[in-house]
């Protein structure tokens, strides 16, 4: 069973169009969320750490937000070089981070 | 800023073979991690490391993996006799505490096993 469900899969967004990928999760007891950004071929880019329900954090145009279900990266008048896929991340308990499958976006001029 | 390193960025092997992929973390962090990513599905964890030894594995680390920290610096995975499924990009991350402290990921190593 999925732990952490990530959507939409894929979006497509015009430069300047502002949007949110989803980020549900299903653990008990979680201790963080984490955001990360992946270029094509590379490796995970940390991006935030949300520890908390009502944490937000904010990074030039992208805001994390947390519930207790649930999480958002709103993305705030896109650029193309935003274009990357944007994976979510839980741990709930020992070492691992647990990864959706990751939200594949496209930024066009 | 300091990021983790890997060598190689592409390894091609036969069935059969052993393969040792190697990686530098950052240099203050005591907390070492292997994930995989096989192409087109998301990135799965294999191993933690620290005080070299390993603080927690995967069901898919199985015999034929294990990790070293020959020296200082370096972090290696070794996978002794590579199946076609081995196939992916294996990320080696590293982190200045346990979690929920954030990992830092490395570029990773494309393995293609023939």
């Known amino acids: 069973e999925d732990q952490v469900t990530q959507s939409p899969e894929a979006l497509r967004l015009q430069e300047g169009e502002s949007s949110s990928l989803n980020c549900s999760y299903t653990?008990?007891?979680?201790?963080?969320l984490f955001w990360y950004r992946q270029d094509p071929g590379k490796g995970p880019e940390f991006l935030f750490t949300?520890?908390?329900a009502g944490e937000e954090k904010e990074k030039e145009r992208l805001k994390a937000t947390l519930t207790k279900k649930e999480s958002f990266l709103h993305i705030t008048a896109p650029k193309p070089e935003d274009s990357a896929t944007y994976l979510c991340?839980?741990?709930?308990?020992?070492?691992?981070?647990?990864f959706g499958k990751g939200t594949s976006l496209l930024v066009t001029p | 800023e300091p990021e983790v390193t890997q060598t190689p960025s592409h390894q091609v092997t036969q069935m059969g073979q052993e393969v040792i992929l190697r990686c530098v973390p950052i240099?203050?962090?005591?907390?070492f991690y292997w994930y995989r990513q096989i192409l087109g599905q998301k990135v799965e964890f294999l191993v933690s490391?620290?005080?070299?030894?390993?603080?927690?594995k995967s069901e898919i680390f199985d015999d034929q993996f294990s990790v070293e920290r020959p020296d200082g610096s370096n972090f290696t995975l070794k996978i002794r006799s590579t199946k076609l499924e081995d196939s992916a990009m294996y990320f080696c991350?590293?982190?200045?505490?346990?979690?929920?402290?954030?990992?830092?990921f490395g570029p990773g190593t494309r393995l293609t096993v023939t």
């Open positions: 991350a590293s982190s200045q505490d346990t979690p929920p402290r954030e990992q830092y």
């Open positions: 653990v008990s007891g979680l201790r963080g």
């Open positions: 949300l520890y908390s």
């Open positions: 991340a839980v741990h709930n308990s020992g070492y691992a981070l647990n």
């Open positions: 240099s203050n962090h005591l907390y």
């Open positions: 490391f620290y005080n070299n030894e390993i603080s927690e």
